[in-house]
Each structure stands twice: as structure tokens, then as C-alpha cells.
């Protein structure tokens, strides 16, 4: 696990969310590119089930992922709620999960979230996939209300023939979508 923090930053930086930074912004576009450079420090915030068992902020993967995101504090959509792909973990027998954060940069909390996740490889003819249309449900009572500037952490199951994808994947070669978001503002 201590290798973690170093493999998240390069995954984040390899998986995260693409944009074209060539562009130049037009008119009008000026006031939200500065908005995005504003944008508040991430904070991370305790899983709503990890907490009601007594882990904290405190605890290594926490720590790890505060980590992270105190070095890329501007990561996350502006004035959206996204999610980045983390680092691929192994777990104990032989299960093996993908790490994401799940990221609020709303003006206001968010709860009971729900969408579809695609992650692939494309080759020569077809996509090979990781994830198709993956449910994601981060609901209030496993992920609690996801505050302003806030990261939480969730995982995905991946199958044996999704790790030999994971390990194809390049920045040239993935496909990633999401389909039917929704969520729920705090009120």
C-alpha cells in the first residue's frame, strides 16, 4: 500500500478526465476559465459506512488519498460532480476492484447518486471492455451526503479478462462514458 500514493498520481494523471487545453477560450468563456482556476482545494470526506465503523481521515488509505488530492487540488469537473479512476487493487482472494473517487465541485452537497460507467480498450475493429453501462450507486446510506469540494472513494469489481484489458490501456487506446447520471442536491 505505501506505493500507492505514487501509482494514483500516475493514474490520475492517465486515466483522469480529457480536456483540450489548446482551445483558447471565446468571449464569455473568460469569466468560467477563471471560475475553474479559483476552484476551492479538495478535501477528502470519510464514506458514510466507514465512518458508522469507526474509520477516520486518520486511517492509511485516507491518508494515501488525502495525499493525492492535496497534490492535485484542482482535480474534478467545475460546477459538477465527476469521477476519476484511480489505481487498479488487488484484493484478498484474488478479488481484484478498480479505486475511483467520486468528486462534488456543486455548490452544494449531493446524495443518492446513480449512473453508468464505460471503460474500454479500442482495437483494430471493436472496443474491448472493461466496464459496459457498469451501475454505479452511491447511495445515502453507503456514501452519506458528498460535500462541496469533497472526494470520496468507491470501487468496482473487475473481472480477470477486464485487468488484462487494464494493463493495454493507454491514453491513445481507452473509451471512457458516462450515461444516465443523476443525483440529489442537498437541501
Known amino acids: 500500500m505505501k506505493k500507492l500514493l505514487g501509482i494514483l498520481f500516475a493514474a490520475i494523471l492517465l486515466v483522469g478526465c480529457n480536456a483540450d487545453n489548446d482551445q483558447k477560450p471565446q468571449t464569455g468563456e473568460k469569466e468560467n476559465v477563471k471560475k475553474e482556476i479559483e476552484q476551492q482545494a479538495l478535501s477528502?470526506?470519510?464514506l458514510k459506512v466507514d465512518e458508522e465503523n469507526g474509520v477516520t481521515l486518520e486511517e492509511e488509505m485516507y491518508q494515501q488519498l488525502s495525499g493525492l488530492?492535496?497534490?492535485n487540488p484542482d482535480i474534478g469537473v467545475a460546477e459538477d460532480f465527476s469521477i476519476h479512476a484511480i489505481d487498479f487493487v488487488e484484493k484478498s482472494a484474488g478479488e481484484s476492484v478498480m479505486l475511483f473517487l467520486g468528486i462534488n465541485r456543486l455548490e452544494k452537497g449531493i446524495k443518492n447518486i446513480t449512473l453508468e460507467y464505460?471503460?474500454?480498450?479500442?482495437?483494430?475493429?471493436?472496443?474491448k471492455y472493461v466496464f459496459k453501462s457498469e451501475k454505479v450507486d452511491l447511495s445515502e446510506s453507503f456514501a452519506g451526503v458528498i460535500q462541496p469540494n469533497h472526494a470520496i472513494p468507491f470501487t468496482l469489481p473487475v473481472t480477470p479478462e477486464g485487468k488484462e484489458?487494464?494493463?493495454?490501456?493507454?491514453?491513445?487506446?481507452?473509451?471512457v462514458k458516462i450515461e444516465n447520471a443523476k443525483f440529489e442536491l442537498e437541501k
Not at 464505460?118 to 472496443?127: M, P, R
Not at 484489458?165 to 473509451?175: V, Y
Request: aromatic letters at 0%; glycine letters at 4%.
Open 118 to 127: 464505460t471503460l474500454g480498450v479500442e482495437t483494430e475493429d471493436t472496443i
Open 165 to 175: 484489458l487494464l494493463q493495454l490501456m493507454t491514453e491513445e487506446n481507452k473509451t
Open 44 to 46: 477528502m470526506q470519510v
Open 69 to 71: 488530492v492535496e497534490v
